[in-house]
């Protein structure tokens, strides 16, 4: 399968689902003739007496040497081999595909001077899956994301390593089993190819994605927690959240109400109860979670306008004929789309945290058994699974703290101002993993809650979430081996599995409220 992105309109489902599905992507040829006619500028630029910086000069601090058209192709060459400095473990092969997209989407543009040969080099890697190896530290989000991008266009040039066919390689060795050839880099192409935020980009995207995907769910596990509490639904009343107005809000107590709509563990308890008001964690639900997936949604709009940025430097200004210097590359904005996304993402966690503690504590559990477990003492239950979670949660706490808010001058003070936003969008992928397993640990609490409620039932829409869960993860009845069952429980998160279960619609990242 192949999609064709038109440059300047992908949206973020586009992206997800070439993230999501791995799937091949070409951009609409009508991009092919303002590509074509700024890479001429370009060539005609290289071959001219003025210094035109990236083009036919040097690099950060050594723009003002001017280099000989006749050294144009080994300038390129240097520069894509010169920057592969990148260091650490290499990016999945999912978020590296996107990041690949994310550069075409750019180069489509038609305002990098790069020659179509380029984009189509890049096309066929992501049909034929050739993967470069992109480590996945060294970029401090100014300049753009220098050396993952080198290393992406190290295999472009015949250099570097690729995955293919499920196996690293040298770079040159893919291209051939693909069927490719290297490209020789042209005036400005190396350049073109390696300044942009594309990594810092995919990689907030990614996190993005899997935020919102945690975020449904929470409001799953969330609902099913509180009817294992006996929890009110007084609080999700709509015109409560109408009268604050917050969309975010107002659309998880919808949900929330919907699903619980029906059970009888809910009218049982409605008159007689002398619990005033519950926990904030079950109360405020709406209020915390909503807010989170309107600050998603925000940092949402950011990313979609930067996937479809030009962001490399200098930029062909054709309809002006001119080449001229500016500053695309720094990624502040994504450095604090991500720095929101972590916020939201340690927020989802923090509230479901505590609703874990509260099904496990039988001083406010309503009744239920110690540690969710029939015979407490012989048995400890869920009571290490509710300290994991805690773990999760603090970690995510102090992983939230913002990236963007750190700089350090690089390159001999040329570029004095850095927005770091390479790895603050790189720590979403380990925050969301924490994340899911948090909501995979109330998932099992709130199911195990509900069965102790019997013969009362729950609503049937989370009947159904109950018999998702049993698919996979038995009742603890007794204490087990519990690892596997935290492994199953976040990968049903993670998944969508109880997204589709609830069938809860009308949650899309890229849709407003």
């Known amino acids: 399968m192949t999609v064709t992105l038109t440059p300047a309109a992908a949206t973020l489902a586009d992206l997800e ?12 040829p009508s991009a092919k003739a303002g590509v074509e006619a700024a890479s001429d500028m370009v060539r005609a630029a290289a071959e001219g007496e003025d210094a035109v910086y990236g083009v036919n000069t040097g690099f950060g601090k ?7 058209a006749k050294d144009t192709e080994t300038l390129q060459r240097n520069l894509i081999l010169s920057h592969c400095c990148g260091v650490g473990e290499p990016l999945d092969i999912a978020t590296t595909r996107l990041m690949m997209a994310l550069k075409l989407l750019s180069l489509g543009r038609g305002a990098s001077g790069v020659r ?7 096309e066929g890697m992501l049909a034929s899956g050739v993967t470069p190896v992109v480590p996945s530290q060294g970029s401090v989000g100014a300049s753009g994301d220098l050396a993952p991008l080198a290393h992406m266009a190290a295999v472009m040039i015949g250099a570097g390593e ?3 066919d499920g196996q690293t390689m040298p770079g040159a060795e893919a291209l051939a089993k693909a069927g490719l050839t290297p490209v020789v880099l042209g005036a400005k192409e190396g350049l073109a190819l390696i300044n942009g935020t594309q990594f810092s980009t995919a990689c907030a995207l990614v996190g993005l994605f899997s935020a919102w995907r945690n975020a449904a769910s929470s409001i799953v596990t969330a609902s099913l927690s509180t009817d294992a509490i006996m929890g009110s639904t007084a609080p999700l009343v709509d015109e409560i959240h109408t009268l604050r107005g917050h969309p975010g809000q107002i659309n ?3 949900a ?16 007689g109860d002398t619990r005033v008001q519950d926990p904030y964690c079950i109360r405020c639900q709406p209020q915390v979670t909503g807010a989170a997936m309107d600050l998603l949604r925000f940092a949402g709009q950011t990313l979609e306008i930067e996937a479809n940025a030009v962001t490399d430097n200098p930029l062909v200004l054709k309809e002006d004929g001119r080449i001229v ?8 904005p994504v450095a604090f789309a991500a720095d929101q996304i972590a916020l939201a993402v340690a927020e989802i966690g923090a509230i479901a ?8 504590d039988p001083t406010l559990s309503h009744d239920l058994p110690p540690f969710l477990t029939p015979e407490p003492g012989l048995n400890s239950g869920l009571m290490i699974a509710e300290v994991t979670t805690a773990a999760l949660m603090s970690e995510n706490k102090h992983l939230a703290n913002p990236c963007s808010t750190d700089s350090t001058p690089t390159s001999a003070n040329q570029e004095d101002h850095v927005s770091m936003a390479a790895h603050g969008a790189r720590r979403l992928a380990k925050m969301n993993a924490n994340l899911s397993y948090i909501l995979g640990v109330e998932l099992i609490c709130a199911a195990q809650g509900v069965e102790f409620r019997a013969p009362l039932k729950t609503s049937p829409g989370l009947q159904n979430v109950l018999k998702t869960v049993r698919k996979d993860i038995p009742t603890v009845k007794e204490d087990r081996y519990m690892a596997p069952d935290l492994a199953k429980a976040a990968d049903l998160v993670t998944g969508g599995a109880l997204v589709a279960a609830a069938k809860l619609s009308g949650f899309v990242v890229g849709e407003g409220a």
Do not use: C, P, T
């Open 256 to 271: 929330m109400r919907g699903l619980m709509e029906g059970s009888e563990i809910r009218e049982s308890h409605r008159e």
């Open 17 to 28: 689902n070439i993230w999501r599905n791995q799937i091949a992507v070409k951009l609409d």
């Open 162 to 164: 690729a995955v293919y």
């Open 353 to 360: 945290q505590r609703r874990v503690a509260l099904m496990v």
């Open 325 to 332: 210097s500016g500053g695309n590359f720094h990624a502040e």
């Open 62 to 68: 050594l723009a003002s040497v001017k280099i000989a």
């Open 116 to 122: 179509w040969d380029l984009i189509e080099l890049i």
């Open 252 to 254: 998880v107590a919808r």
